[in-house]
């Protein structure tokens, strides 16, 4: 099984940056599209960013222009940048596969204040 830790969260004033990382256990890592999901107090969550096999991206329109996506199969890990980060992007973040079928880790908190 693919074990997910996700890292890099925290307390940012409106208008910072963070840099999320989420390293997988496991060999099969480049295998799988894999994304960034967010969820907030009460609400689903979301898939915010993805990123294919090969590379390519999209994003959630929410959030397209200040956050990317990227990867390192080398190192198992997924990266998502934060920029230009609002309160509303306030959320505890996960990375999964699309669809996201691997064991859910226990997220990382973003808390974004105005």
């Known amino acids: 099984q693919v074990q997910l830790v996700e890292s890099g969260g925290g307390l940012v004033q409106a208008g910072g940056s963070l840099r999320l990382s989420c390293t997988a256990s496991g060999r099969i890592f480049s295998f799988y599209d894999m994304g960034w999901y967010r969820q907030s107090l009460g609400k689903q969550r979301d898939l915010v960013a993805r990123?294919?096999?090969?590379?390519?991206?999209n994003y959630a329109d929410s959030v397209k222009g200040r956050f990317t996506i990227s990867r390192d199969n080398a190192k198992n890990t997924v990266y998502l940048q934060m920029d230009s980060l609002k309160p509303e992007d306030t959320a505890v973040y996960y990375c999964?596969?699309?669809?996201?079928?691997?064991?859910w880790g226990q997220g990382t908190q973003v808390t974004v204040s105005s």
């Open positions: 990123i294919y096999r090969g590379g390519s991206t």
């Open positions: 999964n596969s699309v669809p996201g079928t691997l064991n």
